[in-house]
């Protein structure tokens, strides 16, 4: 019989999860710079990204599949750099952006899907997302004991916290790039951001 998760299980385990997702690290560093350089859109696909490469991470951990990441090490390994790569042509693209382009919300030239991409990229590229769920979900639950039901409800708490956590980033970050109208300040913007996006893509590369 699926029997649900308590409620202090969940909430503890949205607590961590929470802390864990706000902290500043790769993934919410590249999410500042592609808000910066794309505005809101870019940073919810983004955000969309981060979060599907989050439930590929969950799955495994919770399922027991970290042996496939090894059996399929290659195949990790390409996506990872290949999503090192494009995150460094964004930053090569700020860093040379016109600072016209820093008025506008989201850059015409710019896919969502790729956007997407480089979020999903980035998180697969890092294993130590799959670390954290392997070592939080058995202080919620019984990994022998898991079925649909309480794996659907993990998925619940996944799905409603990082999204929101992702949410308050964006908005800060639009809200401090709509204060600095000042040419200089923009372009200083435009640069930052872009090696905030290469130190995310170094970060992963080397782990």
């Not at 955000?47 to 042996?67: H, P, Y």
């Not at 794996?151 to 992702?166: H, K, N, Q």
């Not at 908005?171 to 090696?195: E, F, M």
Request: hydrophobic share 60%; no cysteine; proline share 4%.
């Amino acid at each position: 019989m699926n029997t649900s998760l308590s409620l202090a299980a969940l909430a503890g385990f949205a607590f961590v999860y929470a802390l864990a997702v706000a902290s500043p690290g790769p993934g919410m560093t590249a999410l500042v710079a592609r808000t910066l350089g794309g505005g809101w859109k870019a940073g919810l696909w983004f955000t969309a990204g981060i979060l599907a490469g989050d439930l590929v991470w969950f799955a495994a951990a919770a399922f027991g599949l970290s042996a496939l990441a090894h059996a399929f090490h290659l195949l990790f390994l390409a996506v990872k750099y290949a999503g090192m790569a494009y995150l460094v042509f964004i930053a090569w693209k700020l860093w040379t952006a016109p600072v016209e382009e820093a008025d506008v919300a989201a850059r015409p030239g710019e896919r969502p899907l790729r956007v997407f991409a480089s979020g999903l990229a980035l998180t697969l590229g890092n294993p130590k997302t799959m670390v954290f769920y392997l070592a939080i979900l058995p202080t919620v639950i019984d990994l022998t004991q898991l079925d649909l039901l309480r794996f659907a409800e993990i998925t619940g708490v996944v799905v409603l916290v990082l999204p929101l956590v992702s949410i308050g980033y964006i908005a800060l970050t639009l809200k401090a790039r709509a204060a600095l109208s000042d040419t200089r300040a923009r372009v200083l913007l435009n640069r930052i951001a872009g090696t905030a996006l290469a130190g995310a893509a170094a970060a992963i590369a080397w782990r």
